[in-house]
T-cell receptor
Framework: QKEVEQNSGPLSVPEGAIASLNCTYS??????FFWYRQYSGKSPELIMF????GDKEDGRFTAQLNKASQYVSLLIRDSQPSDSATYLC?????????FGTGTRLQVFP | GAVVSQHPSWVICKSGTSVKIECRSL??????MFWYRQFPKQSLMLMAT?????????EQGVEKDKFLINHASLTLSTLTVTSAHPEDSSFYIC????FGAGGRFLTEQYFGPGTRLTVT
């Protein structure tokens, strides 16, 4: 079982819709959880991180964490074509980040 | 602020040669630097973590004699791929943090733009 799992996608949503990206992790000792956006050929950019159960909102982005279910998600409201990218979930285990393979999001006009 | 640069942005080298990639923090002192590798359509894999003036800590499966990491100053780390082979072709990304282990060094981690290495 992979430590961090994501559906590779692509997830296609129309402009203005809510995109929902999901991630599961295997290590119950995971301490904090990160969402990165990566455009093709570029390095990752941090969107947000979360370490407590529940929701954390930042602008159009909401991260949701459920440690009991070992599940973290990212909601993107009012999706824009510029949001089209690969979204990487990463989990902190000890002093390093373990990344998932990413979900490709396509937002069409 | 918090800018990390990498040089070169892309490099092509012949099999058997060595190539050096530089990672610089431009406006902060990088206590910790990380080197990642990413193959096409795969996740970022941590190769090693380094602290200024100390030997790098390599992840399991990463050959320390093949991937030489030097974190000689608080603004510069280098990765040298020795005796490169086509299977080393990948996207190499460094990141840097002003913090050390146990603190905010993962939440305050700034990525460089990456270096695409092609070995022919």
């Amino acid at each position: 079982q992979k430590e961090v799992e994501q559906n590779s996608g692509p997830l296609s949503v129309p402009e203005g819709a809510i995109a929902s990206l999901n991630c599961t992790y295997s290590d119950r000792g995971s301490q904090s959880f990160f969402w990165y956006r990566q455009y093709s050929g570029k390095s990752p950019e941090l969107i947000m991180f979360i370490y407590s159960n529940g929701d954390k909102e930042d602008g159009r982005f909401t991260a949701q964490l459920n440690k009991a279910s070992q599940y973290v998600s990212l909601l993107i409201r009012d999706s824009q074509p510029s949001d089209s990218a690969t979204y990487l979930c990463a989990v902190r285990i000890s002093d390093k980040l373990i990344f998932g393979t990413g979900t490709r999001l396509q937002v069409f006009p | 602020g918090a800018v990390v640069s990498q040089h070169p942005s892309w490099v092509i080298c012949k099999s058997g040669t060595s190539v050096k990639i530089e990672c610089r923090s431009l406006d902060f002192q990088a206590t910790t630097m990380f080197w990642y590798r990413q193959f096409p359509k795969q996740s970022l894999m941590l190769m090693a973590t380094s602290n200024e003036g100390s030997k790098a800590t390599y992840e399991q499966g990463v050959e320390k004699d093949k991937f030489l990491i030097n974190h000689a100053s608080l603004t510069l780390s280098t990765l040298t791929v020795t005796s490169a082979h086509p299977e080393d072709s990948s996207f190499y990304i460094c990141s840097a943090s002003p913090f050390g282990a146990g603190g905010r060094f993962l939440t305050e981690q700034y990525f460089g733009p990456g270096t695409r290495l092609t070995v022919t």
